[in-house]
């Protein structure tokens, strides 16, 4: 079956401008993550969702980063006035439920970032 | 603060070899402790996992043992193949909390 897609694959901008980054989670999947992924690092949390609303967005590095997902499936995450250190590799992960032991988490490819 | 230490950064074994990795944490309240493959161009992938009520944990040619008094766990490749040549994660996680708290990565490559 299809798993977690993200889109696009490689999004390059300039320093200042405005991203936009969408994932596409498993079919039935309630639980939905973001977590970035610096080079050489392993990735960091930044929020998810159960349903339609954050249940956690404690990872959030500050206010320029905002993500939504409006019907409960399909996520997008925001930057705004992006920075030359936003670059990295996006990931989205999608789960059936909470609690990681029960659930597990399946990651997709990721939307590498850079901030030129 | 670095939650999950983990050692070495990178990892050169001959095929058919031994691959260990180890990891430490220091927050006891972690009650939940998988490894996770990744390949280039690719998100991380679970591959074995283990709670601290138990001390080892084998699946195939991976084994996962670990040490709750001293806060430690660590990953067994047995006969490493080529095809093991990734990046690999520990991580933990607690209690209801959803956050994955990965590692730095141990790159590892399998000579042919």
């Known amino acids: 079956g299809a798993g977690v897609s993200q889109t696009p694959s490689n999004k390059v901008t300039e320093k200042g401008k405005y991203v936009e980054l969408r994932c596409d989670p498993i079919?039935?999947?309630?639980?939905l993550y973001w977590y970035r992924q610096s080079l050489g690092q392993g990735p960091e949390f930044l929020i998810y969702?159960?349903?339609?609303?954050?249940?956690?967005d404690s990872g959030l590095p500050n206010d320029r980063f905002f993500a939504v997902r409006p019907e409960g499936s399909v996520s997008t995450l925001k930057i705004q006035r992006t920075e030359r250190g936003d670059s990295a590799v996006y990931l989205c992960?999608?789960?059936?439920?909470?609690?990681?032991?029960?659930?597990?988490?399946?990651f997709g490819p990721g939307t590498r970032l850079t901030v030129l | 603060q670095q939650q999950v230490k983990q050692s070495p950064q990178s990892l050169i074994v001959q095929k058919g070899g031994i691959s260990i990795i180890n990891c430490a944490y220091e927050?006891?309240?972690?009650?939940?402790f998988p490894w996770y493959q990744q390949f280039p161009g690719k998100g991380p992938a679970l591959l074995i996992a283990?709670?601290?009520?138990?001390s080892e944990k084998k699946e195939g040619r991976f084994t996962i043992s670990f040490n709750k008094s001293a806060k430690q766990f660590s990953l067994h490749i047995m006969d490493s193949q080529p095809g093991d040549s990734a990046t690999y994660f520990c991580?933990?996680?607690?209690?209801?909390?959803?956050?994955?708290?990965f590692g730095k990565g141990t790159r590892l490559h399998i000579l042919p």
């Open positions: 283990i709670r601290p009520d138990v």
């Open positions: 927050n006891t309240a972690f009650d939940y």
């Open positions: 079919s039935g999947h309630t639980a």
């Open positions: 991580a933990a996680s607690k209690g209801r909390d959803d956050k994955i708290i």
């Open positions: 969702f159960q349903g339609t609303g954050a249940a956690d």
């Open positions: 992960a999608s789960s059936q439920g909470v609690q990681l032991r029960r659930n597990e988490q399946f």
